[in-house]
């Protein structure tokens, strides 16, 4: 696998961020079972050391053997925030639109090609 990530600030506040993977592999009989390729690239505004917004839209190419053999171009749209409440706790909320071209078993769930989900996570530094 590989992987690149360039970091652009595009202002004193505004930051942007692009990444590519690649992963190819096979297995012992040398066929392969992962063939896949993904652009994810990120906006986050830094409102004050306490709050930043940000966006994330990745695209997800998986060919060759990887989810059932299909071919599959699976998109994500994510707005979230980074909330800090004390310098060594960061709160991310997130909302979540996903959507799948190709054969969408498997993926998202009930097998739909579209679905929304909300999460969040938490980061404790010590």
């Not at 696998?1 to 942007?16: P, Q």
């Not at 994510?78 to 709160?91: E, M, Q, R, S, W």
């Amino acid at each position: 696998m590989s992987s690149v990530v360039a970091n652009l600030n595009v202002t004193d506040n505004l930051n942007y961020i692009f990444q590519t993977d690649v992963l190819s592999s096979v297995n012992e009989a040398d066929v392969t079972v992962r063939d896949t390729f993904d652009i994810n690239q990120y906006l986050i505004y830094t409102h004050s050391d306490c709050l930043s917004y940000g966006t994330r839209m990745e695209w997800y190419n998986a060919n060759a053997g990887i989810l059932q053999g299909n071919a599959n171009d699976i998109y994500a749209l994510t707005g979230g925030l980074n909330i800090k409440p004390h310098a060594n706790v960061t709160i991310r909320p997130e909302i979540r639109y996903d959507w799948v071209f190709g054969d969408a078993t498997g993926i998202l769930e009930n097998d739909e090609d579209t679905q929304f989900s909300f999460g969040m996570d938490s980061i404790f530094v010590f």
